[in-house]
């Protein structure tokens, strides 16, 4: 397992934040970012 930079995790989540409201998917916004569905997906919760 790999660990992100908490800094790198905050602006994946701002990201993440701004295109779910453009519909985009949690797997589109992932892959863009180079990390899991699952790992993005637990990181909104």
């Given amino acids: 397992m790999t660990l992100i930079p908490l800094e ?22 992932a892959k863009s970012h180079g990390i899991t569905k699952r790992t993005l997906n637990t990181w909104l919760m």
Avoid: G, P, V, W
Avoid at 17 to 28: A, S
């Fill in 8 to 29: 790198r995790k905050e602006r994946i989540l701002e990201d993440a934040k701004d295109r779910i409201l453009k519909n985009h998917t949690l797997e589109q916004i």
